[in-house]
Structure formats: C-alpha cells, structure tokens
C-alpha cells in the first residue's frame, strides 16, 4: 500500500504535477510505516530533497493513529501545517482532524491586551503604542485563532509583542476573567481533539518537561511521535530540563505588582515598595555581573563577595514580596498569580546558587539590561528514555544531518534512543554542478560602516542577473535595515524585509511577486543563499 502511494501511478503522482518516484524517498516510507506498525523506534538521515516530509506524513496519515509531528522551528511548523500536510491530506482523502499548537508567546493573551489598554489611558502612553494596541484590539474580534503570525498590522519583532502575550509565569490560569475568549486555551482543546498535531520541539520538550514535574499537558498522547530536523534536539532537551531565572523574569513580576496596586489595590501602597525593591534588587545583580555579552561559569561567580551580597539582597526582596502580597491575597487575581511566581522564583534562585550538586552545568549570560543564571543537565539521555518508556508508541527521527560517516550513536546516546533501524538515505541533487559557492575578497570587518554599501555594490549586478529570486540571511536587524534602503536604491526588483509586516504576509508577496529579494535576520552565522523560486 505504502509503495504504492509513491509509485509512478499512484496518490501523489496523479496530485503533485510533475511528481517523479525516488527510491530513497520510498525506502524511507516503508521504514517509516514498519516503525509505526511495530511501535518501534527509527532514526533516518534524509540528505536535502529526499523528500523526507512526505515520506513519514503518508505512512503517519494512512495508519489512522494519533500523530504529533514536530518540526525544528516555527516557520518548519507552519510550512508543513499550511502547505506540506493540506496537500498530504487532500491527496491521500484523510479525514481526520489536523491541529497547529505554537508556545504561548504566539497567541495574543485578550486579559492582557485590556491590561495594556487601561494602563495606556493614563495620558503618558507612547502614541505609537496606542495605535498598535488598538489595531491589534479591532483584529482581535476577527480572529478565530489569535495567532499573532496572522496578524498583519503587527512586524514579526514588534516590541508591543511581550505586552500582549502571556508566559507560563503571568498568565492567570483558570482564575483568569478572559478564560472563555482565551486563545491559548482555545489551540489547546484543538489539539487535543485533533489527530494529527503539529507543534515545534521547543514546545514539545517544555511539556515533556512539564509532565515531569507532574504538572499539566499541553500535547495530547499521542501512538506515533515524529521529530523532523531531530539534531536540534539534544540541545533544546538541554534547557527544558534545566532551570533558568533571568532578571527579565524578576521585573515582569515587580511590573505585575505594580500594576495590581494600581489598577486594583490603591490602599496597599507597601506593594509599590516591595515592587520597587525587587527591580531595584534584579538590576544591581545586573551591574555586578559586569559586561553585557558574556557567558560565563556561574559556579565561579557565586563565591565572589560583591555577587554574593547582590544575592542576598535578591532574596530578602523576594521574601519580602511574598511577606507583603501574603496579606493581600485572594483580594486580586493578578497578585495572587504574583504570589506564587514569587514563591517559584525564591526557590529556583536558591537552587541556582546551590552549585554543589554534580551532573549539571551552572552558568550566566548578559545582555546589555539583563542576565539569566542557568542550570543544565551535562546529558539528558536517562530523562528521554524515561519519557520513550512512559510514552509507548512509534518514535521517528530525521534530519539531513544527524550521522557521523554514517554512524548514528553519538545522536541516538545522545537521547538514550535504542532503534531498531537506522540508516542514511543520500541527497538526489548533484551540488557540484548545480551550485556555485562565492566567497567575496576584500570586504570591510563586520559591523564596519562601509560593509552594507560594500555588499551592495557586489551583490547588485549578481542579483539583477538572477532577475531578483533571492533569499537573503543577514546577523543583526541593523544590517537588513542598511541592505534594504541600499538594494532600494540601486535594484529595480521588489525588496521585502523582515519588520515591515507580517511573516505570513511576506511570504504570500514573495511567492506572488516571483522576482523579490527577501532580507531577513538569522541569528547563526552570516549566508547568502541565491535561489530560484520553487
Ligand atoms: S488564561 Fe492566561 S493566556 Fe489566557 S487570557 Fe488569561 S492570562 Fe491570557
């Protein structure tokens, strides 16, 4: 059956025009459907146009089983929720319910979005911020699912975003009085109620971390668990089974305080106070800390006298933020919440300078405002297997990179895997002669001033030649903003670039437009990627 779906007469020949059988792509759906028949585990090197997505959706789709499928990031997940699976399901005539299920950061939090609204009435707002908090109001009523990503009024990086979401830390749960219109609630019960779900690993591992804790579940249970770009995982698993607290997280409390005495508890004025200590408190742990940009061992810096003080007084403001919102509890559901995030916070800051248990990595980063002290495990193998073990059913792994000349135990020790089979399918395309790598001479240093009208110069003439079709990876948002006004000038090609709308709505124009330059920051390594539209 599975074979057939890929033959030169079936499924998805007959849908997909110009659909050409790859034995590699077969072999791998068969795999696949056999892992998902035996309840089995499969790890699958797929080298780029394998066709590796279509190869676990029609085996996943066709056994009729309750499937999670997780993708490497965000744009992964919604290309195969909005193009990749619709295709699969119509070619095949699944019927079952499909789902998309992002982190909470994605959906607009309505509770908070009227917090935003009250307080910006104040008469100080920022006028720009207003208008967008209103925009984002008027497409709140249209929205079914209150996925920002749709939300065209609003740039993938806009700062109103943080305001207008919610975090595990400040959302109020079932106490909340916009419970019933939450959309984060509502994607929740979708995927549950689905049978196909697709979510990205972060989210799938910040449940795995979750159901360790006994807490509650985000992804339904599921028979058949499919990790596509599966070498991220290790390290992501890294962070959700450790712990981390960051200044930014200490603020947001204090901020939350401040707005309940506000808003809500004008007779309380000590919430002011302890609210104002805690932030106080969180930016002198910052300045001790030293240089922004630096990542460093913690366990080194918790002995040093300075740090050490700065620890101190973090704790007692903690403890008196939870001394003081004590008697005023049950009174306002926001500073309930902040109570028990206090409560959370004092005990992980205490665990944070416990560097005296082995098997973990203590370390802390700057930026320029904050810090985040983190613990993480040295090797997350025995707590995935665990979870493999609760979980009984058909794990998937793939990616085009995930072997060593062909050996797969560094990835499957890694996550304490025991396959049953594993094996290396090789990319159809021919690189030598199908791609051309160029690497400039004589550019100007990175962050130089002259490096963005340097690249103008030379990339111009190669891009008008390649009529536009072009995809371009920068570092920083600074260095799209200078290549785009320079590409403008000089290029009589559409340019797109990312901050300007929506994503979704940079890729319909990109899609639409046929010979745009698409500029968008990337935050590893510098590339330049010319490709034909496809
Ligand atoms: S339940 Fe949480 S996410 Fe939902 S509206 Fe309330 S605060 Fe926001």
Redesign the pocket.
């Known amino acids: 059956m599975i074979t057939k779906v890929f033959s030169n007469d079936g499924a998805l020949a007959k849908a997909i025009p110009g659909f050409q059988p790859r034995q590699p792509q077969t072999d791998m759906a068969v795999a696949v459907h056999q892992a998902i028949e035996d309840s089995g585990q499969l790890v699958v090197e797929a080298g780029t146009g394998t066709g590796k997505t279509y190869a676990y959706l029609a085996p996943a789709l066709l056994s009729g089983k309750k499937t999670i499928v997780s993708t490497g990031s965000k744009n992964l997940q919604e290309q195969l929720f909005h193009r990749d699976l619709p295709l699969m399901t119509e070619t095949l005539g699944y019927t079952g319910q499909v789902a998309l299920l992002k982190g909470?950061a994605n959906y607009l939090?309505?509770?908070?979005l009227s917090q935003q609204l009250i307080e910006s009435h104040d008469g100080h707002a920022d006028p720009t911020l207003l208008s967008q908090l209103v925009k984002i109001r008027s497409w709140s009523s249209e929205t079914k699912t209150g996925d920002l990503g749709e939300c065209d009024a609003l740039a993938e990086d806009s700062p109103v975003i943080p305001s207008i979401t919610?975090t595990n830390d400040n959302?109020?749960?079932k106490e909340?009085p916009?419970?019933e219109d939450?959309f984060?609630?509502k994607a929740r019960t979708r995927a549950m109620d689905a049978d196909v779900v697709v979510v990205n690993h972060h989210l799938f591992l910040a449940d795995l971390a979750i159901k360790e804790t006994g807490f509650g579940e985000l992804i339904p249970e599921a028979e058949v668990f499919i990790f596509d770009e599966a070498h991220q995982i290790p390290d992501i698993a890294s962070q959700y089974f450790g712990q981390s607290l960051s200044s930014r997280q200490l603020q947001e409390l204090a901020k939350d305080i401040n707005i309940a005495y506000r808003t809500e508890l004008r007779d309380t004025k000590q919430l002011e106070k302890v609210a104002d200590r805690l932030y106080g408190a969180a930016a002198d742990l910052r300045i001790v800390l030293g240089e922004p940009g630096f990542r460093g061992n913690w366990r080194d810096m918790v002995g040093s006298p300075a740090i050490a003080r700065e620890l101190v007084r973090l704790t007692d403001a903690l403890e008196l933020v939870e001394e003081v919102l004590k008697l005023s509890l049950g009174r306002c559901q926001l500073l309930d919440a902040a109570f028990e995030r206090a409560m959370v916070f004092k005990a992980r800051l205490a665990r944070l300078c416990d560097t005296t248990i082995p098997g973990y990595s203590y370390w802390y980063e700057c930026s320029k405002l904050h810090f985040t002290l983190n613990i993480t495990p040295l090797s997350v193998a025995e707590k995935f297997r665990e979870q493999i073990q609760i979980q009984q059913g058909a794990w998937i792994f793939t990616s085009a990179t995930l072997a060593v000349e062909e050996d797969f135990s560094h990835f499957s020790h890694r996550l304490g895997l025991e396959p049953a089979k594993q094996f290396t399918l090789p990319s159809p395309f021919d690189y030598s002669s199908q791609a051309l790598l160029c690497v400039p001479r004589f550019l100007p240093e990175p962050n130089s001033p002259g490096l963005a009208n340097a690249l103008v110069d030379i990339l111009s003439p190669v891009i008008e030649q390649n009529q536009g079709r072009c995809f371009f990876l920068c570092t920083s948002h600074q260095m799209v903003r200078n290549l785009t006004a320079g590409f403008r000038e000089t290029l009589s090609l559409p340019v797109l670039a990312q901050g300007e709308t929506s994503k979704q709505k940079l890729l319909a124009e990109f899609l639409e437009l046929g010979n745009a330059c698409w500029w968008q920051r990337v935050l590893f390594g510098k590339v330049l990627m010319l490709e034909g539209r496809h």
């Open positions: 909470r939090c309505p509770e908070r919610s959302c109020l749960g909340c916009s419970y939450c984060v609630v």
